[in-house]
């Protein structure tokens, strides 16, 4: 039930790097604020989050109570665009957490690398 987020501000993007786990929403909604903020603090829109060993043990109620507080805080008019590399210990909920976010509106989406994550989030082909 613990994590740590590092943030370093690059060049076009915030990179988050997240290690640790959580299991349950309010843990993930802090998750969620703390990168919100940090973002925001930066003046960034895009993100890349490198959650490559992060564990997320979810469940679906878990994850849709965030994406609902996400809606509600209005994550969807932040303007933000989030690449987010996902642990492949837990890609489904890594996917279910995608498809409630992208349900209401985010702009994110998963990857399993971050070169592939960074072309996305970058809108270009890195050489």
């Not at 290690?19 to 603090?41: H, N, P, Y």
């Not at 989050?49 to 507080?69: C, E, G, Q, S, W």
Request: a neutral charge.
């Amino acid at each position: 039930m613990t994590y740590s987020q590092i943030f370093t501000a690059k060049d076009g993007y915030l990179l988050c790097i997240t290690d640790g786990e959580v299991s349950d929403s309010e843990s993930f909604i802090r998750w969620g604020m703390a990168l919100v903020t940090k973002a925001q603090e930066n003046r960034a829109s895009k993100v890349l989050v490198d959650n490559r060993t992060f564990k997320l043990r979810l469940t679906p109620l878990d994850v849709i109570t965030f994406a609902d507080h996400m809606e509600k805080i209005g994550g969807n008019r932040l303007g933000l665009r989030l690449a987010v590399v996902s642990c492949v210990h837990n890609l489904d909920v890594s996917r279910l957490v995608e498809t409630a976010l992208v349900n209401r509106s985010a702009s994110y989406k998963s990857f399993l690398n971050q070169k592939e994550a960074q072309e996305w989030l970058l809108g270009q082909p890195l050489n």
